[in-house]
């Protein structure tokens, strides 16, 4: 630390030869209502100090970035973790708990709310990183955020991340067994033999932070993110006539209606036409946009929808589901309160219960209780090559992220999903690999969204985790013949996930 500056004094008189942690706790005491912003001096005249008061849209947010190709604990992350929030994406603001020292702001208000379980004494990059990884789940807000910079020139990272300062964070925020996870796939995929830190890592405790005083700082956002406030309904269907009928019921008796109901009903029998009768014989409070295919799949079904929607918002909702009344009421306000553009509200089944969280940044997106604001999408479609497959909601999700949108989750509103047990595939889908000799293993789907938006550490990662999931006793009788087998469906799988991405 070599200054500290205010924009209302000047240089503002203190020592300077502290620990950066330590000064950023004295001034957010000092200073409770203040925007708090630390800026490497390589940058100083890079900062974009008129845009950071507007990124504050409400107080409880934490912003860093750096130009840098790396982060601070490299793409060996992906060795142990399997979240959207290792690869970042640079050249938007992208939700991920990796937080920089470069540039960064936070609000006072987090940082005294915070500070009785954060540690001062990490250095910077440490801190910064243990905060956002322990608060995000929390409600918390973070980003890597490029506009904290006027010009981003794409450089290489002056510090290199320290193999020791790795494995003492994988064994303070992670579950044990993670840290001996990173050190097999070090070993196995790097050669590297790292038995040093990983002992010294095993003294250290997990820190277990709850950050409750968060919970105290209100979500109010001043962003004006609700134009019209009208909003769309798009339902995918196949074969599930009453199901749908309770859902419209549902929808009619909200006190907030919806503007349309998109249906787009799916039956692959060849000269089949709809027994959607309801939709003409019955009286509705908003129009229903109704479109019939001889062509099944949920992924061409929603996008066709998606070019019929024509609101500012879009309800993304599955046919057989159960909500309340109230749903899209408070739907609508959580656009408001949060500022933010997409969220899921909770999804359960009648065996399950909802824990109720703060609202906080999630890591998958489900395209079956999903709110959305349709400029969000414009543009964007289901990809086609996950039909019949699993990971189209998530590759969608995927596709949000890499336009800056970032995706909630919100516990106060819950869905039923009832798993319909009829409709669904009425036949048996074919699928381009079914008469091969060696079946693919995971599916080529699956693999797909994996070489789409994994590291290649987190690909590695999933190659190890899955083949000790799928441990057989034939591993034993004959190890090297069960390695060259899983290998083989591996190579088969990654063969057929690029053959669905060149179609």
Same mark, same amino acid.
């Given at each position: 630390m070599t200054e500290i500056f205010s924009t209302e004094t000047g240089i503002f008189p203190s020592k300077i030869n502290r620990n950066i942690a330590e000064v950023l706790f004295d001034f957010a005491e000092k200073f409770r209502d203040e925007i708090l912003v630390w800026c490497h001096e390589s940058e100083r005249? =890079? +900062? $974009? @100090?008129? @845009?950071?008061?507007?990124?504050?849209?409400?107080?409880? +947010? %934490? *912003?860093?970035?750096?130009?840098?190709? $790396?982060? /601070?604990?490299? $793409? #060996?992350?992906?060795?142990?973790?399997?979240?959207?929030?290792?690869?970042? =994406?640079?050249? @938007? #603001?992208? !939700?991920?708990?990796q937080m920089n020292s470069c540039v960064g702001a936070v609000h006072a208000t987090v940082i005294n709310a915070c500070k009785k379980d954060l540690k001062a004494k990490d250095n910077f990059d440490y801190f910064l990183n243990s905060f956002a990884k322990s608060a995000m789940p929390?409600? %918390? *807000?973070?980003?890597? &955020?490029?506009?904290? +910079?006027m010009q981003k020139k794409v450089v290489e990272s002056k510090r290199k991340t320290n193999t020791y300062e790795l494995f003492r964070f994988t064994k303070q925020h992670y579950k044990t067994r993670w840290v001996f996870l990173l050190f097999f796939n070090l070993l196995l995929f790097e050669k590297q033999f790292q038995v040093v830190p990983f002992v010294f890592s095993l003294f250290y405790r997990k820190r277990n932070f709850n950050f409750e005083a968060l919970n105290q700082i209100a979500l109010a956002s001043n962003k004006k993110n609700i134009d019209q406030g009208t909003i769309d309904v798009l339902i995918p269907t196949i074969g599930r006539k009453e199901y749908l009928l309770n859902v419209l019921n549902n929808l009619a008796s909200q006190t907030y209606l919806p503007k349309n109901v998109i249906i787009i009903e799916q039956n692959p029998l060849e000269n089949s036409q709809s027994d959607l009768d309801f939709i003409q014989n019955s009286k509705w409070p908003f129009v229903i946009k109704h479109h019939f295919t001889n062509r099944s799949g949920v992924c061409n079904a929603r996008n066709i929808g998606l070019t019929m929607v &024509?609101?500012? /918002?879009?309800?993304? !909702?599955?046919?057989?589901? @159960?909500? &309340? =009344?109230?749903?899209?009421?408070? !739907?609508? +306000?959580?656009?408001q309160t949060t500022g933010n553009e997409v969220f899921l509200v909770a999804c359960h089944l009648e065996s399950q219960s909802v824990i109720p969280h703060q609202i906080k940044q999630f890591a998958v997106f489900g395209a079956g209780h999903a709110f959305v604001k349709s400029a969000c999408f414009t543009d964007l479609k289901f990809n086609v090559a996950y039909e019949f497959g699993f990971g189209e909601d998530n590759d969608f999700g995927m596709q949000l992220r890499n336009r800056g949108y970032d995706i909630l989750y919100v516990s106060t509103s819950k869905i039923l999903h009832l798993k319909a047990p009829i409709g669904g595939f009425r036949t048996k889908p074919s699928v381009p690999w079914q008469d091969d000799s060696i079946q693919p293993k995971p599916l080529p789907t699956v693999m797909l969204f994996k070489l789409l938006y994994d590291t290649k550490e987190q690909l590695l990662n999933y190659k190890v985790t899955l083949f000790f999931k799928n441990l057989t006793k034939e591993f034993i009788f004959n190890p090297v013949k069960y390695i060259r087998l899983f290998n083989k469906k591996w190579t088969r799988s990654i063969f057929w996930a690029n053959e669905l991405n060149n179609q």
């Open positions: 005249h =890079n +900062l $974009n @100090v008129s @845009v950071i008061e507007t990124l504050f849209h409400h107080k409880k +947010l %934490l *912003f860093s970035y750096s130009s840098s190709t $790396n982060n /601070f604990l490299d $793409n #060996r992350l992906g060795y142990f973790e399997d979240s959207p929030f290792i690869k970042i =994406n640079k050249e @938007v #603001r992208y !939700a991920t708990w929390n409600g %918390l *807000f973070c980003y890597s &955020e490029p506009r904290l +910079l &024509e609101s500012e /918002f879009t309800f993304f !909702a599955d046919d057989d589901i @159960v909500f &309340e =009344n109230d749903l899209i009421e408070k !739907a609508i +306000l959580t656009f």
